[in-house]
């Protein structure tokens, strides 16, 4: 019991700090390449001594592992350039809400290419989802960091959500390595495949700028890993997944109490019907229900 209470309030700081990420990335005022690129520097930095202090540098990768974490990590930068990109057009709120799409992305990988069946009702969320998604789209919110690129950050979003599912997919091949060391190398592949972009263009030019990007890394990724991975190992799937929608919660108590975004009407109801059904989804809401009306048959 004493684990599993731990193991809760570890998962629920994780989420917290995913979602104040937004409110930094919109304060530290650089490109998205460079906020990215920060991330995974000071990331892997902080992921270095996690993974030392756990024994995991002694790990031995074969090559096909090593392959495989590097495309997970090439897959979740990517996703992190689109989330990123798309908060300064879709607000960080809206953004992230339609980010918490990504149940669904992996519902229709496991169609094609694990053969996973997909049933009636997860196709109503499916559905449900996605009546959220152009309820969402038909009003843009009133944000003062928002441009006018609004559909195009609500496309950069989604696109975002399928590089999570790819990343998630493509971790799948690496059952037995330690999720911390996996966490280390995808931001050392950001950190190597966004360097010569970023260093060519100089360096940020004052010490609140360096602030907010080194707690990017410290805190959002090297602190949340940490804690995350340690609520995963105390807590049962189930669990982990309800508590994970702290994260899309915090980020709208942050874009709009913190940020100053009014949402319109219909956006709130659309951004509350994604994650019904994405939670739905998540944990199974009417399977249960279902299979035990097959067994008493």
């Given at each position: 019991?004493?684990?599993?209470?731990?193991?809760?309030?570890?998962?629920?700081?994780?989420?917290v700090?995913?979602?104040?990420?937004?409110?930094?990335?919109?304060?530290?005022?650089?490109?998205v390449?460079?906020?990215?690129?920060?991330?995974?520097?000071?990331?892997?930095?902080?992921?270095?001594?996690?993974?030392?202090?756990?024994?995991?540098?002694?790990?031995?990768?074969?090559?096909?592992?090593?392959?495989?974490?590097?495309?997970?990590?090439?897959?979740?930068?990517?996703?992190?350039?689109?989330?990123?990109?798309?908060?300064?057009?879709?607000?960080?709120?809206?953004?992230?809400?339609?980010?918490?799409?990504?149940?669904?992305?992996?519902?229709?990988?496991?169609?094609?290419?694990?053969?996973?069946?997909?049933t009636?009702?997860?196709?109503?969320?499916?559905?449900?989802a996605?009546?959220?998604?152009?309820?969402?789209?038909?009003?843009?919110?009133?944000?003062?960091?928002?441009?006018?690129?609004?559909?195009?950050?609500?496309?950069?979003?989604?696109?975002?959500?399928?590089?999570?599912?790819?990343?998630?997919?493509?971790?799948?091949?690496?059952?037995?390595?330690?999720?911390?060391?996996?966490?280390?190398?995808?931001?050392?592949?950001?950190?190597?495949?966004?360097?010569?972009?970023?260093?060519?263009?100089?360096?940020?030019?004052?010490?609140?700028?360096?602030?907010?990007l080194?707690?990017?890394?410290?805190?959002?990724?090297?602190?949340?890993?940490?804690?995350?991975?340690?609520?995963?190992?105390?807590?049962?799937?189930?669990?982990?997944?309800?508590?994970?929608?702290?994260?899309?919660?915090?980020?709208?108590?942050v874009?709009?109490?913190?940020?100053?975004?009014?949402?319109q009407?219909?956006?709130?109801?659309?951004?509350?019907?994604?994650?019904?059904?994405?939670?739905?989804?998540?944990?199974?809401?009417?399977?249960?229900?279902t299979?035990?009306?097959?067994?008493?048959?």
């Amino acid at each position: 019991m004493q684990d599993q209470t731990r193991g809760t309030i570890q998962m629920v700081a994780a989420m917290v700090i995913s979602g104040t990420i937004g409110w930094f990335v919109v304060m530290a005022g650089e490109p998205v390449l460079t906020v990215v690129f920060w991330r995974c520097v000071f990331g892997a930095g902080a992921l270095v001594i996690l993974c030392a202090a756990l024994g995991l540098l002694r790990v031995r990768l074969t090559r096909k592992q090593l392959l495989m974490a590097g495309l997970s990590g090439v897959a979740l930068v990517l996703n992190w350039l689109l989330l990123f990109g798309s908060y300064s057009r879709a607000s960080v709120s809206v953004a992230t809400v339609v980010y918490n799409t990504q149940p669904f992305m992996l519902l229709c990988f496991g169609a094609v290419f694990f053969g996973e069946r997909i049933t009636v009702v997860k196709l109503g969320w499916l559905g449900l989802a996605f009546a959220g998604v152009v309820a969402i789209v038909l009003n843009r919110p009133d944000a003062t960091y928002v441009s006018d690129d609004y559909l195009p950050g609500i496309a950069m979003a989604l696109l975002a959500a399928l590089g999570w599912a790819t990343a998630a997919i493509t971790t799948k091949a690496l059952k037995g390595v330690p999720p911390q060391l996996i966490a280390l190398i995808h931001v050392s592949v950001g950190s190597v495949m966004l360097a010569p972009f970023v260093l060519a263009n100089g360096l940020p030019a004052t010490p609140e700028t360096w602030a907010v990007l080194a707690s990017m890394g410290l805190i959002h990724t090297g602190l949340m890993y940490a804690l995350l991975y340690a609520a995963i190992q105390s807590l049962p799937t189930s669990q982990q997944g309800a508590l994970a929608f702290v994260y899309p919660v915090v980020t709208i108590l942050v874009d709009v109490f913190a940020m100053g975004t009014r949402l319109q009407p219909v956006q709130g109801l659309g951004m509350a019907v994604i994650l019904l059904a994405a939670a739905g989804m998540t944990l199974g809401w009417g399977q249960r229900r279902t299979r035990t009306v097959e067994a008493s048959r």
